[in-house]
């Protein structure tokens, strides 16, 4: 059987974090989570990159973020999306079909 890496595919974390608070604001212990559950455990994403590419989207107008008290009664700071953001979402999300399109037809897996 072969091995399949956990790693987020380089490129694909900023919108997949995007994807991830399509939904609702979270925290970056929430985000993480979300991506594990639904890539169904395939991918795990380092907390240091996490953090590294929330600062980044942040900078980029792509997200916001605000304090909050969690579920659990601690303070964490939650992520959510911007309409730049939605925006980049949304054309990202076209171009990973096409790409996943064309890798598919490549490796003549395609549906």
Partial sequence: MAEHGTDVIQGTLDVIILRALSLQPLHGFGIARR?????KQ???????????????LERDGSVESAWRITENSRRA???????????????????????????????????
């Avoid at 991506?35 to 890539?39: D, F, G, N």
């Avoid at 395939?42 to 980044?56: C, D, E, I, M, Y």
């Avoid at 939650?78 to 990973?96: D, I, M, N, P």
């Fill in 77 to 111: 700071k939650y992520y959510s999306l911007t309409k730049k953001g939605r925006q980049r979402l949304k054309v990202e999300t076209e171009g990973w079909q096409l790409r996943a399109a064309a890798v598919a037809r490549l490796l003549g897996v395609e549906g």
């Fill in 42 to 56: 395939v991918f795990k994403v380092n907390p240091g990159s996490l953090l590294t590419a929330l600062q980044r």
């Fill in 35 to 39: 991506i594990e559950q639904v890539s």
